[in-house]
């Protein structure tokens, strides 16, 4: 009777295994998101939307969000006539599908903190030195349009 129990036991833990494997085997890839497949850390593919199957343990799947996202960063500026003020910057910016993957391979799920803050800071501070502080104020909207288009022009 042990040995009728020992099996039973063996093919029970055997049995839970290959569920776990089969289970942890299919990836599902959300609308607005792209998956990045990586098996033992390198670039493999980019994952359009829906269900897909990889190689447990060896695969695996990073989701990159593609749809419209925000960031917001403080940072202190200088004006053409020496002002020293604080401003509170917001970037509403979206990933283009096509790139993906060489954003990821470059840099990573934190493209937002990795590259655009920094970039954002560093436009900021180089068009904010070119107005005057009154100058700021009076053409908010022809300065934010300059920070813009130089924020795209290096993006």
Known sequence: ????????????IGDIILLILAFSSIYIVSEGERG?????GAFV????????????????????????MRIETPVHV???DTQQYKAAVSVNYDLNPAEVERIFKAEGVYYA???LKPLVETVLKEVAGKYSAQRT???????????????????
Request: no cysteine; hydrophobic share 40%; charged share 30%.
């Open 113 to 115: 903190d990795r590259r």
């Open 78 to 80: 200088y004006s053409s």
């Open 36 to 40: 990045v497949l990586t098996r033992n």
């Open 1 to 12: 009777m042990p040995q009728f129990s020992s099996k039973l036991i063996r093919g029970a």
């Open 45 to 68: 593919a980019v994952k359009e939307p829906g269900l897909g199957f990889k190689v447990p343990v060896i695969d695996s799947v990073t989701d990159m969000e593609i749809r419209n």
């Open 137 to 155: 104020i009076q053409e908010r909207d022809i300065f934010g349009a300059a920070v813009r288009d130089a924020i795209r022009a290096e993006a």
